[in-house]
């Protein structure tokens, strides 16, 4: 049995949850249930990123193309994010866990944005892991409107062309206020990074595996967490610089 080494936990990890509807065809059963189970799946692997000392966890929950689905399946998961937020939001301050949102939110039912404001409110002195939403998200919308924000800028005369840099747009991104993920885990098989943060994942690790997300559990996580540290992150560097550098650092 590996051991985690709590020294090389990444400090951000993303998890584009995928398969629910698999799942639920497996069972003989709606694509809604595939939903539904899929709550436990995130209160184990929020459990396990709480326990191993991870500092943000970002889960893809809605995004700007799952608009295309038939409405009876939106109207649902529109009720099961209700239900849970009502639901888990005690024990994720209990846990010192603060929830964030990201995605364009104003364009979700009025009742889901209320219950969001209010949890994030709830939540917002907690100093533990920042558990974060992406809901109707999509990297490529959320580039366009901060494409939008620097030319607006620009007319106003409030910044100059010259002033645009990896570091101002990565300033008005939804994500500004968090580190780029070290780590982005998708479930399911499939293999794809379906518009998700897209310019933060310029230098992020994939795990891709075969488990089907309401069957994902904290372990899971753990051997995500492990494979990521077998890897040699060397940012454009040599393996002689990395090793250099680490010997510099000890």
């Not at 698999?22 to 709550?39: E, N, P, S, T, V």
């Not at 399911?188 to 943060?197: A, T, Y």
């Not at 089907?212 to 996580?221: A, C, I, N, S, Y």
Request: glycine share 4%; aromatic share 10%; charged share 30%.
């Amino acid at each position: 049995m590996y051991r985690l080494d709590k020294n090389k936990v990444p400090k951000h990890v993303a998890i584009i949850m995928d398969g629910n509807g698999r799942w639920a065809r497996q069972q003989g059963l709606k694509r809604i249930f595939g939903h539904r189970h899929a709550l436990t799946s995130v209160r184990s692997t929020v459990e396990g990123a709480n326990e191993i000392g991870i500092k943000f966890l970002t889960l893809f929950t809605f995004s700007t193309e799952n608009w295309n689905r038939p409405q009876d399946e939106i109207d649902e998961l529109m009720n099961i994010l209700v239900s849970a937020i009502e639901k888990e939001v005690p024990e994720l301050n209990k846990n010192r866990i603060r929830l964030n949102t990201i995605g364009n939110i104003a364009k979700m039912n009025g009742k889901v944005q209320e219950k969001l404001k209010k949890a994030t409110i709830f939540t917002a002195e907690n100093t533990g892991l920042t558990l974060t939403l992406a809901l109707n998200y999509g990297s490529r919308e959320e580039f366009i409107e901060c494409v939008k924000c620097c030319v607006q800028e620009i007319i106003d005369k409030k910044m100059q062309t010259n002033e645009i840099s990896e570091t101002l747009i990565s300033s008005k991104l939804y994500t500004k206020d968090m580190p780029d993920p070290e780590l982005i885990i998708r479930t399911s098989g499939e293999k794809r990074i379906s518009n998700f943060l897209l310019w933060q994942a310029a230098y992020s690790e994939f795990y891709f595996t075969e488990t089907l997300w309401p069957d994902f559990r904290k372990q899971h996580l753990f051997d995500a967490i492990y494979d990521y540290q077998q890897r040699e992150r060397r940012f454009g560097k040599t393996s002689e610089q990395i090793k250099k550098y680490e010997q510099n650092t000890d």
